[in-house]
């Protein structure tokens, strides 16, 4: 009755673990996209992407936030059991949202556990370089990998007066770069890059040994990735410049609606190939069933 929710009955390829990331330091670009439930995660993870991120982007994407600040623990894990139920070959990596890991590495610790055991993610991801970084070594020696994000970060977004380009000048330029290496010294798998100059993503992918997977930060980092709404085309007003919609779903979506609601409204929908065999059809040709056709029996129970 329903579709086949384990894909095509083809034998599940080699999962990507957090090693097999690190490996790509300068091999093959690494695609991640966000992914936040079971349908859509499929689709991408048969497309061949390598991670599947869910990301606290799901407070703009999926619940309608002007940010992500709101987006809760509880809500990344579970976004993420969906996403993971899906991913046979993709890395599922769940991100850390506000507030669950900056009070103290402890916290940090407990909430990394908790996206692990509660929404079966392979790894974690959290916003901030050196001030960080003490967190990442903990999480990382509790036994779960991290990807670092700097550069823009969303979850700052009040402290940096909007969504605005990060490592300009001198001064912003050193500082990503050591928030990078402190990153790769706590142990980071992959680092996320968001919207810097693209010669500075170059200097931070050439400084460290771990892969860069960048955001608006140009081509010279050693992957990309992009939220799945921006990349099917599927939003409606402002896109981000480092944005490239690969389809036009959006306006698929909304045509197919409107033909179905057409149909229904005139009755060219369902047609009969699309109902089941009728029980009986009566000389006018509508159904109708036994129970209808013959009259009910009076049962005595009192015998």
Known sequence: MYSNPIGRGTPAPKKVTAPDVRARKGGPALAMVTAYDFTMARLLDEAGVDLLLVGDS???VVQGLANTLPVTLDEIAYHARSVARAAQRAHVVGDMPFMSYQVSSTQAVESAGKLVKDGACESVKLEGGEDFAEHVWRIVRAGVPVMGHVGLMPQSVHALGGFKVQGRGDGGEARVLADAKALEEAGAYAIVLEAI????????????????IGIGAGPRCDGQVLVCTDLLGMGRGHSPKFAKAYAQLGDAIVAATRRYVDEVQSGAFPAEEHS???????????????????????????H
Do not use: C, F, I, W
């Not at 993503?201 to 771990?210: I, L, M």
């Not at 029980?279 to 040709?285: K, L, Q, T, Y």
């Open 276 to 302: 089941y065999k009728p029980n009986r059809a009566d000389e006018s040709g509508s159904r109708v069933s036994e129970q209808e056709r013959e009259p009910a029996r009076v049962v005595n129970l009192r």
């Open 58 to 60: 799901l407070g703009m």
């Open 197 to 212: 100059p693209p010669d500075l993503a170059a200097k931070v992918t050439a400084s460290v040994g771990v892969p860069t």
